[in-house]
């Protein structure tokens, strides 16, 4: 809906009324309570078109935000179908869906192993499919091992690294990924295990988190240069 639009005809309802009112007035023929009789005929008619106007907001946003939880809806059922063939756990928040999947990295690496590589491929799939225009952010994660300022990079290099794949093997846009670290932050520890080999392997992590639609300016293309 164009609330522009509709402002500007109430504007221009409000002049053209305010200009038959200020011609009855200028007639010697007016008497005050047909004067007082247009000006709260106006005055309804302006409150009705408000109330119309704010109706249709409402409706629309209301419409807008169905059709992103209905999109989110069947993006975590297509998703959770994964986890018969993945150790994959889907989690639908509020405007988001959690999809940890099992993306881990070895011990003080941040490379994507082979291994991880198909349940990349499968999510991009699927997000390509049912929502090509969604934003996700690759969350990195690490053991305990070592500092936690080195941890927060290590993080990032692993969020990157997963970002990097889905991109040139995914063939997702850069547009609608991000990376972010978490490092070890002991709030979202699998466990408490940390060191080389298997162990803090559950903690060397990259968790995807589909976060809803990009904004047009996100998802605009640059405009045209000019000479």
Do not use: H, W
């Not at 994959?88 to 881990?104: G, K």
């Not at 590589?117 to 969604?134: G, M, N, W």
């Not at 978490?182 to 988190?209: I, W």
């Amino acid at each position: 809906m164009n609330v522009m639009g509709n402002t500007k005809g109430r504007s221009t309802l409000a002049g053209v009324s305010a200009v038959a009112i200020l011609a009855m007035a200028g007639c010697s023929r007016v008497k005050p309570e047909e004067l007082s009789a247009e000006l709260a005929r106006l005055r309804s008619e302006m409150q009705a078109e408000i109330q119309q106007g704010d109706q249709q907001v409402t409706t629309q946003l209301g419409g807008r935000i169905d059709g992103l939880d209905s999109r989110l809806d069947a993006i975590a059922n297509d998703l959770e179908q994964l986890s018969d063939e993945f150790d994959v756990t889907v989690t639908r928040l509020e405007s988001s869906i959690r999809f940890n999947a099992p993306v881990y990295f070895g011990f003080d690496d941040a490379t994507v192993r082979p291994a991880d590589q198909e349940v990349l491929d499968r999510f991009a799939d699927v997000i390509k499919s049912y929502y090509p225009d969604a934003a996700i952010t690759a969350e990195g994660f690490t053991d305990a091992s070592g500092s936690a300022n080195y941890n927060k990079t290590l993080g990032k290099k692993r969020a990157d690294a997963v970002v990097s794949y889905l991109q040139t093997a995914g063939g997702l846009s850069e547009a609608q990924l991000r990376a972010v670290s978490y490092g070890e932050e002991t709030q979202r520890m699998m466990d408490e295990s940390r060191g080389p080999g298997e162990a803090g392997l559950r903690n060397r992590r990259v968790v995807l988190v589909i976060e809803g639609q990009l904004t047009p300016a996100e998802n605009s293309p640059a405009p045209a240069a000019t000479n």
